[in-house]
T-cell receptor, first 117, second 111 residues
């Protein structure tokens, strides 16, 4: 089946530093990947849609200069949280759609727990 | 405004019984609706997708119904097992391929 990995699975950083999270589709190509954020006891909130070779599309209220997204290949998208602050502490999850299929199914990564001190 | 509502209270059922979870939505006309399972500290796992022209879909012990008139989907797990305990999320698309998720319902299957 389609597998999506994320790295790291958890990260603790100091306030003001930047953190990069990787999302990889392991056995399929993904033209489109999505980045979500989930706070405790809440549902997943879409942050942005990442398209290979072009700029990401951000949801309303998500700062594109703070959450930098790069989708340089068909199997890798990265999310960089710049100048992280404690309020950015959350569970970040990516998903990917398999290119060339019409399944409308997104495959999710295992998530990355970010804690900003 | 657009809303996706799932029972926020946990659902506790006995092993072997059928669990029924509800997803109601307003101000959406989704082309399809999906159900996911999420375990604590993990990403969602895709379970089933049902399209607007389908009334019902089954996969092993899982069954999903989709009533576009009532704007509701029901998710059933028959012969439930403790291993089915998790949070179940419904998600739908309002257009394009962007998914919007409900808040999820936590299911606990007790021995």
């Amino acid at each position: 089946g389609a597998v999506v990995s994320q790295h790291p699975s958890w990260v603790i950083c100091k306030s003001g530093t930047s953190v990069k999270i990787e999302c990889r589709s392991l056995d399929f190509q993904a033209t489109t990947m999505f980045w979500y954020r989930q706070f405790p006891k809440q549902s997943l909130m879409l942050m942005a849609t990442s398209n290979e070779g072009s700029k990401a599309t951000y949801e309303q209220g998500v700062e594109k200069d703070k959450f930098l997204i790069n989708h340089a290949s068909l199997t890798l998208s990265t999310l960089t949280v710049t100048s992280a602050h404690p309020e950015d502490s959350s569970f970040y999850i990516c998903s990917a759609e398999e290119s060339g299929t019409n399944t409308d199914t997104q495959y999710f990564g295992p998530g990355t727990r970010l804690t900003v001190l | 405004s657009q809303k996706i509502e799932q029972n926020s209270e946990a659902l506790n059922i006995q092993e072997g019984k059928t669990a029924t979870l509800t997803c109601n939505y307003t101000n959406y006309s989704p082309a399809y609706l999906q159900w996911y399972r999420q375990d604590p500290g993990r990403g969602p796992v895709f379970l089933l997708l049902i399209r607007e022209n389908e009334k019902e879909k089954r996969k092993e012990r899982l069954k999903v119904t989709f009533d576009t008139t009532l704007k509701q989907s029901l998710f059933h797990i028959t012969a439930s097992q403790p291993a089915d305990s998790a949070t179940y999320l419904c998600a739908l698309t309002g257009g394009g391929n962007k998914l919007t998720f409900g808040t999820g319902t936590q299911l606990k299957v007790e021995l």
